[in-house]
């Protein structure tokens, strides 16, 4: 188990770091304006349909549904086709009608805006069907264990990015939003590329290129497994999509606010998702095949016994986390961001968002390790309905503290709806297990090492900002 999550949260961390880069000199250059916005805007909006359609959804019922057929390489062949052709024929229609997509994520945009961003949305939009081909095949190799090209492939969009701002540099804000843009599409097509690799050594190639094969032959004998697939796959992708609906809602209501609003959302969030991804997301994939198979062979004592080591794992790391990202929270964003063309009024917009964020830490990595029961348990629609509230709980938040709170008030909203969320998941996973894991030592220490890390802090703060004046 902890073999598969370090080799996750290295390849992550490695990612992130070279992430961090790429945002660093996002905001040297571009700074926390109309051009940062747009970029942001542009590459927001085939990211939430990645999420939606490919990352989560997908990977939560097709390990299970690839586990239990017994054509694989025909049900893999079917459900890749299906889904690309409906990603495809979105790409089509966002590059034939950029500026109606572009008016649905930013509503607050003027017609100018709208029309100066309307191209480079439509240039990244074809991110989409690259990535949901590396989702695919990612999946595909976490059913063998293997998830060391998908951890580390993503640093190769990263990598892309980095490259484009520098050969952009000297250019115009305007030029340097439009390498960015196809910055983004070369990364897809560098991590497809390594992903088709990794399937050739596996040994995976074969299983899909006779499914692609005998697809039309055999299309009848997997009937029933692509029934049941298209059953747990829309409500895992509604359950899935309500974060990315909130975060089309930050960006929504956002672009109502400052110009710059949008993007202290945008560098807030990326500090945010990097414990959350490094501990949570990294856990949670490596958990997932070895929690379905324990449950697919009736062995529930085995898999909660698993569930509850990751538990504890995680709650140490994203504690610390939590504790650290609120007391630093101001010194992060300076250490990361303030150079160039991102100013101490951008340092302090985005540490006020970040601290929002950072309270829901917790609560919002936990869930993601509890809900990895309720989906290899087939209860999608269950993990439906819980993140229907808790998306309808952040926006009557989102829409009473915008007034009072501007743009920290959404991150909060996100963070109150994370922990009504955490909590419903939590009574569907059963409170009689989760009090089975709780009941350790372990508590005890938590708290105590968790007062002793906050007094560290700090006298480590103190010394930051003595170091900064």
């Known amino acids: ?17 070279l992430g961090f880069i790429r945002d660093l000199l996002t905001a040297s250059v571009l700074g926390a304006n109309i051009y940062s916005d747009i970029f942001f805007i542009a590459f927001k909006l085939p990211n939430l349909f990645r999420r939606i359609f490919a990352e989560g959804a997908f990977t939560q019922v097709f390990i299970p549904a690839f586990a239990k057929t017994n054509h694989k390489g025909v049900f893999s062949a079917n459900i890749f086709i299906v889904f690309l052709s409906i990603i495809f024929f979105i790409t089509m229609i966002v590059n034939l009608l950029p500026s109606l997509a572009t008016q649905a994520i930013a509503v607050g945009f003027d017609e100018k805006t709208i029309e100066l961003a309307s191209p480079f949305v439509a240039i990244n939009f074809w991110y989409l069907p690259l990535i949901f081909a590396v989702t695919f095949l ?15 492939s993503t640093a190769l969009l990263n990598l892309s990015l980095i490259l484009a701002l520098y050969f952009s540099q000297d250019k115009t804000q305007g030029e340097i939003v439009y390498y960015l843009s196809w910055g983004v599409v070369v990364g897809g097509i560098l991590q497809l590329a390594v992903h088709i690799l990794a399937i050739y050594k596996m040994g995976l190639s074969k299983i899909l290129i006779g499914g692609f094969k005998h697809l039309r032959v055999k299309s009848k004998i997997i009937k029933r497994d692509t029934k049941e697939f298209r059953k747990q796959f829309f409500p895992a992708m509604w359950g899935n999509s309500t974060a990315q609906v909130s975060a089309f809602l930050d960006t929504f209501l956002a672009s109502f606010l400052v110009t710059g609003s949008i993007s202290y959302l945008y560098y807030a969030n990326r500090i945010f998702q990097l414990p959350l991804a490094l501990f949570a997301i990294a856990t949670a994939i490596a958990l997932f095949p070895r929690v379905a198979r324990f449950l697919k062979q009736k062995k529930e004592k085995e898999a909660l016994a698993y569930l509850g080591k990751a538990f504890w794992f995680l709650a140490f790391l994203l504690t610390a986390s939590t504790i650290g990202g609120i007391i630093l929270s101001q010194e992060i964003t300076w250490l990361l961001f303030e150079r160039g063309a991102f100013s101490a009024e951008d340092t302090a917009n985005t540490t006020a968002v970040l601290q929002m964020y950072m309270i829901g830490l917790l609560p919002f990595g936990l869930q993601k390790l509890f809900l990895l029961w309720i989906y290899a348990q087939g209860m999608q629609m269950k993990a439906a309905k819980i993140a229907t509230i808790s998306l309808g709980a952040y926006i009557v938040l989102a829409l009473s503290l915008i007034s009072p709170m501007g743009v920290s008030g959404l991150a909060l909203a996100s963070t109150v709806g994370g922990i009504l969320g955490f909590t419903l998941t939590i009574r569907a996973f059963g409170v009689k297990n989760f009090l089975d894991i709780l009941r350790s030592k372990n508590l005890a220490y938590l708290i105590i090492g968790s007062i002793l890390f906050i007094i560290l802090l700090l006298i480590f703060k103190d010394f930051i900002r003595g170091y900064i004046s």
């Open 1 to 17: 188990m902890f073999k598969a999550i370090f080799t996750n949260s290295f390849g992550i961390l490695v990612s992130r770091i």
């Open 138 to 152: 990612s999946t595909m190799l976490q059913y063998k264990n293997h998830f060391a090209t998908s951890a580390f």
